[in-house]
């Protein structure tokens, strides 16, 4: 495990940049990621804190544009009726 980060002050502001910068991702690139990257994505994000370690999540990779094209149709119907329990 490496060890804990130096908090400099180029460090937090480097952080702070980065948590302004983040943004909700709408809109996908067609095309593939480089070999590997996929992988180390998913490892660098089941490091996250979870409570007790429990790591709780879950990573589906769907490669099939009619299954993709389904989980966004079910997402987007899901999202429609949850929008409509809110007023305002």
Known sequence: MP???DFTD???SGLITLLRWRRDVRRFEPTAL????L????E???????VGLS???RFVVVESLK???AVRD??????AEALTRFSG
């Open 39 to 42: 992988e180390r994505l998913l």
């Open 34 to 37: 480089p070999e590997g990257t």
């Open 55 to 57: 790591q709780p999540w």
């Open 3 to 5: 060890s804990p980060p």
């Open 10 to 12: 180029d460090f937090r």
């Open 67 to 69: 299954r993709r094209t």
């Open 74 to 79: 079910c997402f987007e119907r899901c999202n």
């Open 44 to 50: 660098l994000a089941s490091t996250a804190p979870s």
